[in-house]
């Protein structure tokens, strides 16, 4: 854009040699020279900060505007800058930990471990993480390291307790993934009956560069369908978006952790990590940062980590 705008002001310079007097051509060059490309340069030094993030903060480019734990319940929460802070833990110690100027936790897991592994020489056998971190990108990662899955995913409660809640009864079954499916055909059914045919296949790719493919399948007819309501909201016809790779991963990861190994690391994770982050925030009372830069936060909250440590040590 930069060059577009460059070579189109060279022109207008170079037309205005031949004809002095084309007042609107020298508006025009002046406008591109005083506003036009100050603020495409502008652009693209906020394009570089954020990198991939959608806000940061004037104060500290590093971080991202994220809604605070505390502010949940308020009438207008606003954003603040702050970082997002991940822990591997055991045994209530901290084994490793990963400062990121990202919000969401789900692509956090893979730089996090690459950096545990960075840090103790190898991996945990086991990963355990709630499902803000069940991802198809991160299952691949899992099994390329050859680690055993127990994180989970975000209706892994739906599907193991759903029998309990009617309301929950009836969601289950209008969920694309437990549509029944005929392989021969190609082809998903739906409760009413009703079948999916392939249209087309979509790529997206992740923050992290990991390439997935969604294969969409699409009602021939849903008009005057009795169950229409329960099943979709749209306009038009249920059309669905499946990755049979993910769906794998999912069944991997349910069945781990609903065996006795998989129920008893479930509820040490929660009582594990979180025990960690309540002790440092409530006990210690560390709730912000006071350093600015990723770098010299990473070594305050390694301090702080160290600190948990030899705590946690002396009262053993």
């Given amino acids: 854009m930069k060059q577009k705008i460059e070579e189109l002001n060279e022109r207008l310079r170079n037309k205005l040699q031949h004809k002095k007097k084309m007042r609107p051509v020298r508006k025009a060059i002046k406008k591109l020279e005083t506003d036009c490309l100050v603020r495409l340069k502008k652009y693209e030094e906020q394009a570089e900060i954020l990198a991939g993030r959608n806000s940061y903060a004037k104060t500290d480019p590093d971080v991202s505007c994220m809604r605070m734990k505390e502010d949940r319940g308020a009438k207008r929460p606003w954003p603040k800058p702050g970082y997002n802070v991940q822990m591997g833990t055991e045994k209530q110690f901290i084994v490793g930990y990963s400062v990121h100027g990202r919000v969401g936790d789900t692509a956090c897991l893979i730089p996090h471990l690459d950096r545990l592994r960075k840090q103790i020489g190898r991996l945990p056998r086991r990963i355990i993480a709630d499902a803000g971190y069940g991802s198809e990108e991160n299952y691949a990662y899992l099994q390329r390291h050859r680690l055993d899955n127990y994180v989970k995913y975000n209706t892994f409660y739906q599907d193991t307790h759903h029998y309990r809640n009617p309301d929950v009864i009836r969601q289950h079954k209008f969920r694309a993934e437990n549509f029944a499916y005929d392989p021969q055909q190609d082809e998903f059914i739906c409760p009413a009956n009703q079948r999916l045919h392939y249209v087309a296949t979509t790529r997206y790719v992740t923050d992290n560069g990991y390439q997935t493919n969604r294969r969409i399948y699409t009602c021939e007819n849903c008009e005057g369908c009795a169950l229409r309501k329960q099943c979709t909201k749209a306009k038009g016809n249920r059309q669905i978006r499946i990755s049979f790779q993910l769906l794998e991963y999912r069944r991997q990861a349910r069945n781990n952790l609903t065996s006795d190994i998989g129920q008893q690391l479930r509820s040490e994770r929660s009582t594990d990590v979180e025990t960690v982050f309540g002790?440092?925030?409530?006990?210690?009372?560390?709730?912000?940062?006071?350093?600015?830069?990723?770098?010299?936060?990473?070594?305050?909250?390694?301090?702080?980590?160290?600190?948990?440590?030899?705590?946690?040590?002396?009262?053993?």
Avoid: P
């Fill in 279 to 316: 002790c440092i925030k409530q006990n210690m009372g560390f709730r912000r940062f006071n350093l600015r830069g990723l770098d010299k936060v990473n070594i305050e909250w390694g301090l702080i980590s160290i600190a948990h440590n030899m705590k946690k040590l002396a009262a053993t």
